[in-house]
């Protein structure tokens, strides 16, 4: 079965550059959600996306932006790298679809990018 | 607002024997509570979950949960635990969010170390 896919998987950057996150969840899930875990860390929800629009906001820092397109996959945009947000990046998927295994929009996570900022 | 919480930074057991991996919850409604494994380097495996019905819930690699209502814990189990078990255990509950989709609120992980 497809799986939520993430790109890339791991990604080193230095002090103040950018980067860009994105996730593919699960065909016909329409929500996605970005967790941040920072090394020895529970993951901590950031942001999530329903039908293209923010649904709900966590402790996402102002450098950065998401964004859910069309085909439901979605980017996270970080400005202004910092050394603290060396992390590892999940995002994950679900949908409400009522019946089955989807009728508590339950979440799939994607395997997670590693951010290295050097 | 819901809340997990995991008492015990690091599990260790030995191989063959019961492993317990305790987590209580607070919550405002039904809970809807999950276990996450998360290996070195690697993305998070979901376990099980507990939504309604029976109080034992049965996930994968032959772990079980207890849901305790009374206790408001949901302690992870296993009859007897293997060396490859060894890994971060994350208990986890559903937050209603602001527009009726759910977030994921994770406990501060259990490290299991099982030895041979």
């Known amino acids: 079965a497809a799986g939520v896919i993430q790109s890339p998987r791991h990604l080193i950057k230095e002090k103040r550059e950018t980067a860009t996150l994105k996730c593919y969840p699960i065909?016909?899930?329409?929500?996605v959600y970005w967790y941040q875990q920072g090394p020895g860390q529970d993951p901590q929800f950031l942001i999530s996306f329903y039908e293209k629009m923010q649904s709900d906001k966590g402790s996402i820092p102002d450098r950065f932006s998401a964004q859910q397109f069309s085909d439901y996959h979605s980017e996270l945009n970080m400005s202004s790298l910092e050394l603290g947000d060396s992390a590892l990046y999940f995002c994950?998927?679900?949908?409400?679809?009522?019946?089955?295994?989807?009728?508590?929009?339950?979440?799939?996570f994607g395997p997670g990018t590693r951010l290295t900022v050097l | 607002a819901q809340s997990v919480a995991q008492p015990e930074d690091q599990v260790n057991v030995a191989e063959g024997n019961p492993l317990t991996v305790k987590c209580t919850y607070s919550v405002s409604g039904n809970p809807y509570l999950f276990w996450y494994v998360q290996y070195p380097n690697r993305g998070l495996q979901f376990l099980l979950k507990y939504i309604t019905g029976d109080n034992l819930v049965k996930g994968s690699y032959g772990f079980e949960a207890e849901f305790n209502k009374s206790q408001t814990s949901f302690h992870l189990k296993k009859p007897s635990a293997l060396v490859s078990d060894s890994a971060l255990y994350f208990c986890?509950?559903?937050?209603?969010?602001?527009?009726?989709?759910?977030?994921?609120?994770f406990g501060a992980g259990t490290r299991l170390f099982v030895k041979a």
């Open positions: 065909p016909r899930h329409d929500t």
């Open positions: 994950a998927s679900s949908s409400r679809l009522a019946g089955g295994t989807s009728s508590y929009n339950e979440q799939f």
């Open positions: 986890a509950v559903r937050d209603p969010s602001n527009t009726g989709g759910f977030k994921t609120i």
